[in-house]
C-alpha cells in the first residue's frame, strides 16, 4: 500500500521521507530506541546505514502525539551503493546495460553528482526495503523489552517484529506532484495512445509497468479473435463440425500472441535493466533462516541452510502432500458426476419443473468446494514453500507457483477434460462451461 505524503515535514531539507515504518501503539521507548539505532548504524556494525526520523506536524513542526509513525530514507550515496548491492542493471554511456557499481557510476547514462533523478522513486524504495529487511540479529538474544521475541544469528529483524506484532506494517510514500504528472499522462485524458509504461515504471516498479503492459497488450490481441468470435457464435452455433475449426483458430492465435508478448516482454524488461540481473546479485529472502556465515561470492555475512535439508523437505513432505490434495480433488470431482448423473435420472423420471432446479444443484455445490478447496490449498502451499526455507525469493515463488498451478489447474479444469475425452458428452460440457451463466440453448428449447 502506498499513502501520500501529506503535511509532514522533517526539519531536514535533505532528508526525503521514502518509506513509512508503522510501530503497534504500546511499543516500549527502549525497543524503539533500539530499532532506531540498527537501522542507523553503520552497515559493519550490523545496522542498514539509513535515515530515520518520527512523523512530524508541519505547522507545529513538532512530533506527532502519536509517536508510532516513522519516517525512513537513505542518503544519496547510501542508495547507490545500495544499487549495486541488489545489483540495478542501468543503461551506460555506449548503450549496453551493465550491472552498476559506485566505482564506474560516471560510466552510466544520465548520472551526475548533482542529479537525484538517476535512480527512479521505485528502485530508491526497492532499496530501502531491501536494507530494511537485510537487518539481521547478530549476538541479540531477544528484542529488547520484548523477551517473548527469541533471537537468533541470522534471523531476519523486521520479520520477527512484524510477527511479534511490534512493527504493523511498512510501507512506501506517494510523491504528490510525480504522482500528478503520471495521472495526467495515463488516465485521467481519454486519449487512444499507449499507456506511459517507462513513467509507470519509474514510479510504480517493474511488476506494475509489466502487468498494465500485458493488459494493453491482451486487449488489443483478443480483438481479432472477437471480430471472427462473434459472428462465429451466432451463425454457426449447431454446426459441432465447425466449432473444431474456430477452436483451431483460437489455439493457433494463442500461441502466436503468447510468443509475440514474450519478445515484447523481453524488450521491456531489457531496456528495464531487469532481464540481465544477475541471480547472485539476489539476497537471501528475509523469511529464509539458518546458521550465520560467509556468502562465499558476496563474501558478506548471511545465513547458511544445507540445501540436502531442503530437498528432504521437499521430496518427503511437500510432493506427498501435493499429490494426496490432487488424489483428493480427483475423488471430489468423481462425487460431483455421481451426483450429476443422480440429478439427471431424477429429473428424467419425473420431469417437473422441480427437479430441473435440482439439476444446477451439483454444479452449484461443486463450485463452492472448489473455491474452499482453492483457499485452503493456496495457504497450506505457503506454509510448506516457506518451511522449506528457500534462500531466494524467486526460487520461494517458483516452488509455491508450481504447486498453486498444479492443484488450480486439476481443481478447476479436470471435470472440463474428463467430460470431453472420458465421457465425450458435449451437453454436459457445455452445461459445465456454462455453468452459473443460466441454461443452455438447447434446454431452453
Known amino acids: 500500500m502506498k499513502v501520500a505524503l501529506s503535511a509532514l515535514d522533517t526539519c531536514e531539507s535533505s532528508f526525503t521521507p521514502l518509506v513509512v515504518l508503522e510501530l ?19 552497515k559493519e556494525d550490523g545496522g542498514a546505514q539509513l535515515l530515520f526520523r518520527p512523523l512530524l506536524n508541519k505547522y507545529e513542526k513538532e512530533t506527532l502525539e502519536n509517536q508510532n509513525l516513522y519516517l525512513v530514507s537513505a542518503s544519496k550515496m547510501t542508495l547507490l551503493l545500495g544499487a549495486e548491492a541488489v545489483g540495478l542493471v542501468k543503461e551506460c554511456n555506449d548503450n549496453t546495460m551493465r550491472a552498476f557499481t559506485y566505482g564506474t557510476r560516471h560510466n552510466f547514462k544520465d548520472f551526475d553528482d548533482d542529479n537525484d533523478d538517476f535512480l527512479t522513486m521505485a528502485e530508491c524504495q526497492f532499496i530501502i526495503k531491501h536494507e530494511l529487511e537485510n537487518l539481521r540479529a547478530r549476538d541479540e538474544k531477544m528484542i529488547p523489552g520484548y523477551p517473548q521475541a527469541k533471537l537468533y544469528p541470522g534471523k531476519s529483524l523486521l520479520r520477527r517484529l512484524l510477527t511479534s506484532g511490534i512493527v504493523t506494517q511498512v510501507f512506501p510514500l506517494h510523491d504528490h506532484e510525480a504522482l500528478k504528472k503520471l495521472e495526467d499522462t495515463w488516465y485521467t485524458r481519454f486519449t487512444f495512445k499507449y499507456q506511459p509504461l517507462d513513467d509507470i515504471r519509474g514510479y510504480f516498479g517493474e511488476t506494475i509497468a509489466l502487468y498494465f503492459g500485458f493488459l494493453e497488450y491482451f486487449t488489443v490481441a483478443l480483438i481479432p479473435m472477437a471480430v471472427i468470435g462473434l459472428p462465429y457464435y451466432l451463425f454457426v452455433w449447431e ?94 470431482m468423481m462425487i460431483y458426476f455421481d451426483m450429476e448423473a443422480w440429478a439427471l435420472s431424477l429429473h428424467e423420471d419425473s420431469g417437473s419443473e422441480w427437479t430441473s432446479v435440482v439439476l444446477y ?60 475425452f472420458v465421457l465425450r458428452d458435449m451437453k454436459l460440457l457445455r452445461q459445465a462451461l456454462f455453468r452459473g451463466l443460466g441454461r443452455d440453448k438447447e434446454e431452453q428449447a
Open 239 to 332: 454446426d459441432y463440425d465447425k466449432y473444431v475449426v474456430f477452436a483451431s483458430f483460437n489455439l493457433i492465435w494463442s500461441t502466436v500472441i503468447l510468443e509475440v508478448w514474450k519478445r515484447g516482454c523481453a524488450t521491456m524488461t531489457y531496456r528495464w535493466g531487469t532481464l540481465v540481473m544477475k541471480r547472485q546479485f539476489e539476497e537471501p529472502r528475509p523469511g529464509f533462516h539458518g546458521v550465520l556465515g560467509i556468502n562465499p561470492v558476496t563474501g558478506r555475512k548471511e545465513p547458511v541452510y544445507s540445501s540436502y535439508k531442503r530437498q528432504l523437505r521437499i521430496y518427503l513432505v511437500s510432493l506427498p502432500f501435493v499429490c494426496l490434495c490432487l488424489y483428493f480433488s480427483l475423488y471430489v
Open 361 to 420: 444443484v451439483p454444479s452449484i455445490i461443486y463450485a463452492i468446494v472448489i473455491e474452499i478447496m482453492n483457499r485452503l490449498y493456496r495457504y497450506a502451499a505457503e506454509f510448506l514453500t516457506s518451511w522449506e526455507n528457500h534462500r531466494l525469493e524467486s526460487a520461494y515463488q517458483n516452488h509455491l507457483i508450481l504447486k498453486v498451478l498444479v492443484f488450480n489447474f486439476l481443481n478447476c479444469f479436470a471435470s472440463l477434460f474428463y467430460i470431453a
Open 24 to 42: 503497534a501503539p504500546d511499543v516500549k521507548e527502549e525497543t524503539k530506541e533500539w530499532l532506531k539505532n540498527k537501522i542507523t548504524s553503520k
